[in-house]
């Protein structure tokens, strides 16, 4: 049998694309033309935004007509999620169903890689949610914790998805780090949409402390990364002592997305500049812990002050890196009801915020298209 794997259309976040790889280049033969492929493998999805679903739409729609008329389709990754009460989204589910073979949710890549071959696959033990990304040259790894989000915050695309909060078993990721320890891995990272919430679905209360008290234990792991830090859900459940006690904690990678307290509030982000200022410095009082931020450039109503505040509160929080976002709209969130900048106001701000961060010798990083998605 002759597989087809779909192009990465998707984020960083997404593992399942790894995980079905992986297995199928193991035990089939890959092929990188559609039209002689027995079965096709679409795994990295987006649906962010109404321009993002139907870029991938059209993709999918350009692999069908390629394929011969015998090959089966499989499809997965967050285009399959469940979407809120929508025509254009129900219209999006309708058109999948009658044009793809297999469509398997996103936590399920087991389920997907056993329609393709049971006799290959029912015996494997594949892990649904939670793994190990190795980087055995680097001599670090990445666990994916947890996946989804609990928050709501309002320019947030998961928040018209009705995708839930997914987290690991703790049993399974303490296996992983116990692994990784044994293979004498120095770095770990912690991964997830918003890893502070990890737990919280399968065991009713926070449980990172947990996992960041555990790594403490292991001798070779030395460096531990948390990527997807919710600050918000930090600081409310008071992580703070927790993590400026850890030795292995070395950096946060997380969202400011700005130092205005206006801005936060429209949000809906749930902490306020003082607060994440406050929570910053608590957790450095001990062990430094190194920043990577997410803010947002051109965020609906931002002015010129914002920009000042946010670049105020960057300037105390002292990250070595900043990954400026430039804000790009969707219908289906609540942020469009907002009054919407220009593509040119929002390219404006994204100079400023790059000009004085480049000044201060911050590494930044410049994502979004900046501008609005009809």
């Known amino acids: 049998m002759k597989i087809f794997i779909g ?36 795994a990295e999805t987006c649906c962010c935004t109404q321009f993002n679903l ?21 499809l997965t990754g967050c285009i399959t999620r469940k979407f809120e009460d929508n025509t254009f989204l129900a219209n999006v589910e309708r ?28 015996n494997k033990d594949i892990n649904d949610f939670g793994m190990i990304v190795r980087y055995p040259e680097y001599s670090f790894a990445e666990i994916y914790i947890s996946n989804g989000c609990l928050n709501n915050c309002s320019f947030c695309k998961l928040t018209f998805q009705k995708y839930p909060l997914k987290s690991a078993e703790l049993s399974k990721v303490k296996e992983f780090i116990d692994s990784l320890n044994d293979e004498k891995y120095s770095k770990v990272i912690l991964k997830g949409t918003n890893i502070c919430q990890y737990g919280l679905d399968i065991y009713n209360e ?32 008071d992580f703070q002592s927790v993590i400026a006690n850890s030795r292995k904690v070395v950096e946060l990678c997380g969202s400011l997305e700005s130092g205005s307290d206006r801005i936060l509030e429209l949000i809906r982000k749930g902490f306020t500049s003082d607060e994440i200022i406050n929570f910053v410095q608590g957790i ?8 990577y931020l997410n803010i947002i450039a051109g965020f609906p109503t931002e002015t010129l002050d914002d920009i000042k505040k946010t670049l105020t509160v960057l300037k105390q929080l002292d990250p070595y890196m900043v990954d400026i976002c430039r804000y790009t ?31 201060r010798n911050i590494d930044i990083n410049i994502s979004g298209k900046g501008y609005e998605y009809n």
């Open 329 to 359: 709209n969707s219908e289906f969130v609540y942020s469009s009801h907002y009054k919407q900048l220009s593509p040119t106001e929002i390219q404006n701000h994204t100079r400023i915020y790059s000009k004085v961060l480049q000044k």
């Open 95 to 122: 058109w999948l169903k009658n044009n793809v073979d297999y469509i398997v949710p996103q936590n399920q890549p087991s389920l997907l890689l056993k329609l393709i071959s049971e006799d290959v696959f029912i």
């Open 284 to 291: 450095r009082k001990i062990n430094y812990k190194s920043l």
């Open 7 to 42: 192009a990465n259309n998707s984020c960083n976040l997404n593992y399942q694309h790894n995980v079905i790889y992986d297995e199928l280049f193991k035990s089939f033969e890959l092929t990188p033309n559609v039209s002689e492929a027995d079965a096709i493998v679409i």
């Open 54 to 74: 139907i870029y991938t739409l059209n993709y999918i729609a350009s692999i069908l007509k390629e394929k011969k008329p015998e090959a089966k389709t499989y």
């Open 206 to 237: 926070y449980m990172l402390p947990e996992i960041i008290s555990y790594l403490e234990k292991k001798e070779n792991i030395k460096n531990v990364i948390l990527a997807g830090f919710s600050f918000k859900d930090a600081i409310k459940n």
